[in-house]
């Protein structure tokens, strides 16, 4: 059974409850700032493969605008 059964079950045969302490508060934070690196990472790599793509295109146009010269 899965464990939310297993805890109904025992409720009803009358097991008392016992207090739990909550986790810290950094935990659902942990998660957060785990996207959040995620997501800076991928932004960094999309920035730098935008900007190796803007380079390979101004060396195109070098060798056009020469191409085009001639």
Request: proline residues 4%; glycine residues 2%; hydrophobic residues 35%.
């Amino acid at each position: 059974m899965d464990p939310r059964s297993n805890l109904m079950s025992a409720i009803r045969q009358g097991v008392t409850l016992k207090k739990v302490v909550p986790a810290r508060t950094e935990v659902p934070n942990s998660a957060d700032n785990e996207l959040e690196r995620s997501i800076k990472a991928a932004m960094l790599r999309m920035k730098k493969v935008s900007a190796d793509s803007d380079e390979d295109e101004r060396g195109d146009d070098e060798t056009q605008s020469a191409d085009w010269d001639s």
